[in-house]
């Protein structure tokens, strides 16, 4: 209902999908994924869309082929994506520049993503590097630092931008930051002051908490700095608006600011897990780990060279977290995945595992994963052989998603794009039928009466 408006607000583009996007579609809304965007490209004319690819874990856990990578970008660029933005993890270039590459020959303007992370080794000086060597080797359109914990600080972003801008020359450099510490406000704004060329932002009530910051204080802000934003306030009000109420009527909750929290910046596990871990303890009666499962996870985190807290790193940190704790001796229980991110599946360690860490892992973890990573066979002959007289769109699914979830998603039919809201009054006695403890409503407005009443139930006496 508001696509044709944030089209014309002036974004420099809208970030419409990950996979993330692609897996809530499938698994739980039933909507083709593919068929959104087309849906998105249609509304939205003047904008270009984005879309993000995880380098080698572009579908969670587990690493995927190049050839599938690259037909993946294929199809989302064919299917209407104009930007295409890689990142990995670990910076490991070999994981991103051919992507980008083959997105730049296909036409597309390209984004280099590095994700900031917060520790001894992600200095300025490697920030510095692994930009200077992305912009040689992908010739890039755009560099993205992607602050995806919300941990950048006003006090860290003042050296990490000037370095990066020094060996950057005219390509641009993007800001994007998550709330939340509560300081990306505020890593913006000195961020521009310090030569960053775009800030990534969300529109209210879709931003703060865990979002990015809104756009409606940012621009407003700037602007109280001196500087010029080209966006259409009023049609961003109308989009406000028109989300403000969709959550009132759905029971969503609205992006509010977050609180300071110090501890953050140790653990740097994101909220969403460590709601996850409230769950999983309380299914075992440790509620009362939670603290000592967040230390484990900041512990783990040095003794394996410092992943950024991200899908797949943080999942990893986080269920070997639980494991050590629940069962009281470390790493005598160690997931597949945490072994292949050891001994280099997802790419190049920016720091060693801790020796005595490692010869655990090893011990201890599946003998099925082997010492040394093989090069994975290509995907996407069989995935057509598998699948013949489907689009490859559909091929992508299926290989993404097990078992019956393509096919339920299918059988669910065609996508719903039209939301109605319900007068106030029809949400008033819905919600009122909700709860059986009212058995009488009488409701008058001018000469308007209404007067419900439900049935005694059976047994009572008038």
């Given at each position: 209902?508001?696509?044709?408006?944030?089209?014309?607000?002036?974004?420099?583009?809208?970030?419409?999908?990950?996979?993330?996007?692609?897996?809530?579609?499938?698994?739980?809304?039933?909507?083709?994924?593919?068929?959104?965007?087309?849906?998105?490209?249609?509304?939205?004319?003047?904008?270009?869309?984005?879309a993000n690819v995880r380098s080698k874990n572009l579908t969670g856990f587990d690493v995927v082929p190049n050839d599938t990578l690259l037909l993946w970008t294929e199809r989302l660029i064919a299917n209407g994506f104009r930007h295409i933005r890689v990142f990995d993890a670990l910076a490991d270039l070999d994981n991103m520049v051919y992507l980008l590459k083959f997105a730049k020959e296909l036409g597309a303007y390209t984004v280099g993503a590095l994700v900031y992370?917060?520790?001894?080794?992600?200095?300025?000086?490697?920030?510095?590097?692994?930009?200077?060597h992305l912009i040689r080797l992908a010739n890039v359109d755009s560099v993205m630092m992607k602050d995806s914990c919300g941990l950048l600080t006003p006090e860290r972003i003042r050296t990490l931008v000037p370095a990066m801008k020094s060996v950057m020359g005219e390509?641009?450099?993007?800001l994007h930051s998550h709330c939340l510490t509560g300081l990306a406000p505020l890593v913006y704004l000195e961020g521009v002051k310090l030569g960053v060329d775009q800030v990534h932002c969300s529109i209210a009530p879709l931003a703060n908490g865990p979002a990015q910051p809104a756009?409606?204080?940012?621009?407003?802000?700037?602007?109280?700095?001196?500087?010029?934003?080209?966006?259409?306030?009023?049609?961003?009000?109308?989009?406000?608006?028109?989300?403000?109420?969709?959550?009132?009527?759905?029971?969503?909750?609205?992006?509010?600011?977050?609180?300071?929290?110090?501890?953050?910046?140790?653990?740097?596990?994101?909220?969403?897990?460590?709601?996850?871990?409230q769950f999983q303890l309380a299914q075992a009666g440790l509620s009362h780990k939670l603290d000592e499962v967040l230390n484990e996870c900041a512990r783990i985190r040095r003794e394996l060279g410092w992943p950024i807290m991200v899908t797949p790193f943080a999942q990893l940190v986080g269920t070997q977290a639980v494991l050590n704790v629940v069962h009281g001796e470390r790493?005598?229980?160690?997931?597949?995945?945490?072994?292949?991110?050891?001994?280099?599946?997802y790419g190049r360690l920016l720091a060693p595992v801790e020796p005595d860490v490692l010869d655990r892992i090893v011990e201890n973890g599946s003998k099925r994963v082997a010492l040394?990573?093989?090069?994975?066979?290509?995907?996407?002959?069989?995935l057509r052989k598998k699948?013949?007289?489907?689009?490859?769109?559909?091929?992508?699914?299926?290989?993404?998603?097990?078992?019956?979830?393509?096919?339920?998603?299918?059988?669910?039919g065609a996508m719903q794009t039209e939301y109605r809201f319900e007068a106030p009054l029809v949400r008033l006695l819905n919600e009122l039928a909700r709860?059986?403890?009212?058995?009488?409503?009488?409701?008058?407005?001018g000469d308007f009466r209404l007067e419900l009443a439900a049935a005694a139930p059976a047994g009572t006496i008038h």
């Amino acid at each position: 209902p508001v696509a044709e408006r944030v089209d014309r607000i002036g974004f420099d583009a809208i970030d419409l999908m990950g996979f993330i996007q692609f897996d809530v579609c499938v698994r739980y809304l039933k909507e083709d994924p593919w068929e959104r965007v087309r849906l998105m490209r249609q509304k939205v004319t003047r904008t270009p869309l984005q879309a993000n690819v995880r380098s080698k874990n572009l579908t969670g856990f587990d690493v995927v082929p190049n050839d599938t990578l690259l037909l993946w970008t294929e199809r989302l660029i064919a299917n209407g994506f104009r930007h295409i933005r890689v990142f990995d993890a670990l910076a490991d270039l070999d994981n991103m520049v051919y992507l980008l590459k083959f997105a730049k020959e296909l036409g597309a303007y390209t984004v280099g993503a590095l994700v900031y992370g917060h520790s001894p080794v992600h200095t300025d000086e490697l920030y510095a590097s692994k930009v200077k060597h992305l912009i040689r080797l992908a010739n890039v359109d755009s560099v993205m630092m992607k602050d995806s914990c919300g941990l950048l600080t006003p006090e860290r972003i003042r050296t990490l931008v000037p370095a990066m801008k020094s060996v950057m020359g005219e390509v641009p450099l993007e800001l994007h930051s998550h709330c939340l510490t509560g300081l990306a406000p505020l890593v913006y704004l000195e961020g521009v002051k310090l030569g960053v060329d775009q800030v990534h932002c969300s529109i209210a009530p879709l931003a703060n908490g865990p979002a990015q910051p809104a756009v409606q204080t940012i621009a407003r802000n700037l602007r109280a700095m001196g500087y010029t934003v080209a966006l259409d306030d009023a049609l961003i009000e109308q989009v406000s608006a028109h989300f403000l109420r969709v959550a009132e009527q759905e029971g969503k909750p609205l992006g509010v600011p977050m609180e300071y929290d110090a501890f953050h910046f140790e653990h740097q596990v994101p909220g969403g897990m460590q709601t996850n871990f409230q769950f999983q303890l309380a299914q075992a009666g440790l509620s009362h780990k939670l603290d000592e499962v967040l230390n484990e996870c900041a512990r783990i985190r040095r003794e394996l060279g410092w992943p950024i807290m991200v899908t797949p790193f943080a999942q990893l940190v986080g269920t070997q977290a639980v494991l050590n704790v629940v069962h009281g001796e470390r790493y005598c229980i160690v997931p597949d995945e945490v072994k292949k991110y050891a001994l280099g599946y997802y790419g190049r360690l920016l720091a060693p595992v801790e020796p005595d860490v490692l010869d655990r892992i090893v011990e201890n973890g599946s003998k099925r994963v082997a010492l040394e990573p093989e090069p994975l066979a290509p995907a996407v002959p069989e995935l057509r052989k598998k699948y013949p007289g489907m689009s490859d769109e559909e091929r992508l699914l299926r290989y993404s998603f097990a078992g019956t979830q393509v096919d339920e998603m299918l059988a669910a039919g065609a996508m719903q794009t039209e939301y109605r809201f319900e007068a106030p009054l029809v949400r008033l006695l819905n919600e009122l039928a909700r709860r059986p403890r009212f058995r009488h409503v009488y409701i008058q407005k001018g000469d308007f009466r209404l007067e419900l009443a439900a049935a005694a139930p059976a047994g009572t006496i008038h």
